[in-house]
Nanobody, 123 residues
Framework: VQLQASGGGLVQAGGSLKLSCAAS????????MGWFRQAPGKEREFVAA????????TYADSVKGRFTISRDNSKNTVYLQMNSLNPEDTAVYYC?????????????????WGQGTQVTVSS
């Protein structure tokens, strides 16, 4: 599976961004999709994950209510809508895929990773 993330950029605090991740190489609708992020000097951390159908999702507490993960299986794409951004959201954001039916929040649970897209939130 190849994953290509895009949509990062520079935004002011309180603003919004929408990340996209296009997948290829495997039937997209069989993959659990997730987003992680890594800030400078910190471990990569879980942000959100979404089931095959797009019905079941889970979020890190730090983004709950501000971020929304969604997918379009007809376009082989997963999205991360990020609202009310603050400087603590500054990080490289990675999309990830898991060839299983269970939603998980740990890095080791994901088989495939994209290259990352930088999100910078200025105060």
């Amino acid at each position: 599976v190849q994953l290509q993330a895009s949509g990062g950029g520079l935004v002011q605090a309180g603003g919004s961004l929408k990340l996209s991740c296009a997948a290829s190489g495997r039937t997209f609708s069989t993959l659990i999709m997730g987003w992680f992020r890594q800030a400078p000097g910190k471990e990569r951390e879980f942000v959100a994950a979404l089931s095959w159908s797009g019905i079941s999702g889970t979020y890190a507490d730090s983004v709950k209510g501000r971020f929304t993960i969604s997918r379009d299986n007809s376009k082989n794409t997963v999205y991360l809508q990020m609202n009310s951004l603050n400087p603590e959201d500054t990080a490289v954001y990675y999309c990830a895929a898991r060839a299983s039916s269970a939603l998980v929040t740990i890095k080791s649970g994901y088989n495939y990773w994209g290259q990352g897209t930088q999100v910078t939130v200025s105060s």
